[in-house]
């Protein structure tokens, strides 16, 4: 815990396995922070060693919520029971809206070298949680970049970061997801919406807000605000997001959140009985 005004909680994440083996780091929907509402799960994965990721993530479900993908390095291709099909590669995005349901894997389309990313997952309120599945393979040279002085760039992947808008189109949450690179030590403001949650999750360097310094791996959730001041120590990376909470019950059992028991039950159904996409 820490006296910050701005800082909620500071969290590290912890190694795990998901998909057919891969290895990544859990940082949101772990017992230090099960959730951040409206996000259910961040996970970083990140290595040069083809069996931490070459087994990826064959076909599995999903329903009532949507999954971001960010690639940094390396290549990944989307397939999904609606007909989708992509190719996510360095500096990429992916937004999938599960919705009612949907089937679909992400497998790596290489053998060897860096695989670096995040995945993130976006509740639904419950008015949206049965909307038809949607796609969205956001190119690396779609992302709009900021560059401000002092050697401080902002890609801005969702919502909207000093009068640019990212490409990604979700609305559920009033979604925010910026990535932010400093090339030396500076200082950056960042507005935001008082009535949404944000985060900063450090994946390079080092950071400070305020009088308390935030290490590479580290996740920070702030308190409510207008606005917040932060700063590098040399070259650094993070990314900052944000979104409105949606406030409803969470009833989840692995790829289905929904709002009650019952929705759960009907969503294994659905899915045992080929109804899910």
């Not at 389309?109 to 639904?124: A, I, P, Y």
Request: net charge negative.
């Amino acid at each position: 815990m820490t006296t910050n005004s701005v800082i909620k909680q500071i969290v590290r994440g912890m190694p795990t396995q998901d998909g057919a083996g891969v290895t990544l780091t859990r940082i949101i929907g772990q017992p230090s922070l099960p959730r951040l509402d409206p996000f259910l799960m961040l996970d970083e994965f990140g290595s040069d060693k083809a069996q931490d990721y070459i087994a990826g993530f064959p076909e599995h479900p999903h329903r009532g919520f949507q999954t971001v993908t960010y690639m940094l390095d390396g290549k990944m291709e989307h397939r999904d029971s609606v007909g989708n099909q992509g190719l996510i590669e360095t500096g990429g995005i992916q937004w999938m809206n599960a919705g009612r349901g949907i089937i679909h894997s992400e497998m790596p389309k290489q053998t060897e070298g860096l695989m670096r990313g995040f995945q993130l997952w976006v509740n639904l309120p419950a008015s949206e949680k049965m909307s038809a599945p949607h796609y969205q393979d956001i190119k690396a040279a779609q992302v709009p970049i900021v560059d401000l002085a002092d050697g401080v760039s902002v890609k801005v992947l969702v919502g909207e970061f000093a009068g640019v808008t990212g490409p990604v189109t979700a609305q559920a949450v009033k979604p925010v997801f910026i990535d932010v690179n400093f090339t030396q030590t500076a200082s950056l403001t960042v507005p935001r919406d008082p009535q949404h949650n944000f985060f900063i999750y450090c994946y390079e360097g080092q950071l400070s807000l305020g009088d308390e310094n935030i290490l590479k791996g580290q996740l920070v959730v702030l308190h409510p605000g207008s606005q917040f001041a932060l700063q590098s120590k040399g070259a650094s990376r993070c990314i900052i997001v944000g979104g409105r909470p949606i406030n409803e019950p969470i009833v989840q059992y692995g790829p289905f959140v929904m709002n009650t028991e019952q929705e759960i039950h009907q969503a294994f159904n659905d899915y045992r009985q080929g109804r899910l996409a």
